[in-house]
């Protein structure tokens, strides 16, 4: 069964770091470039980073450009995404996603290519 489990959300300070996992289940990093992607209330869903399996390439949303980073683990079958810096603006759920389209990654990040979504973890900053 594949599946993407996502973790390591929670409540942080404005300035603050939190580092999201996306594990894997069912099928390889190999094949498939990951994406991060988070839906604030009321807002559409936002591609933020993307990492490919064909060159490791990455992309950042311009949102994020400069503050977040993003890795991944084969043997572990995971990806990472390093927020720091972070602003009450990137309060929302993250998701990652797989894109089932190309193992790259392009400067803008596709919804409807990803697929196998998580469940999404929770990021909120707040004082």
């Known amino acids: 069964q594949v599946q993407l489990v996502e973790s390591g959300g929670g409540l942080v300070q404005p300035g603050g770091s939190l580092r999201l996992s996306c594990v894997l289940s069912g099928f390889t990093l190999d094949y498939y470039a990951i994406g991060w992607f988070r839906q604030a209330p009321g807002k559409e869903r936002e591609g933020i980073s993307c990492i490919s399996s064909y060159d490791r390439s990455t992309y950042f949303a311009d949102s ?5 980073t993003i890795s ?8 990472s995404l390093q927020m720091n810096s972070l602003k009450p603006e990137d309060t929302a759920v993250y998701y990652c ?15 409807h290519e990803y697929g196998y979504w998580g469940q999404g973890t929770q990021v909120t900053v707040s004082s």
């Open 97 to 111: 996603a797989a894109n089932l389209v190309t193992n790259r990654c392009s400067n803008s990040m596709v919804l």
């Open 64 to 68: 994020v450009k400069g503050r977040f």
């Open 72 to 79: 991944r683990d084969v043997a572990k079958k995971t990806v």
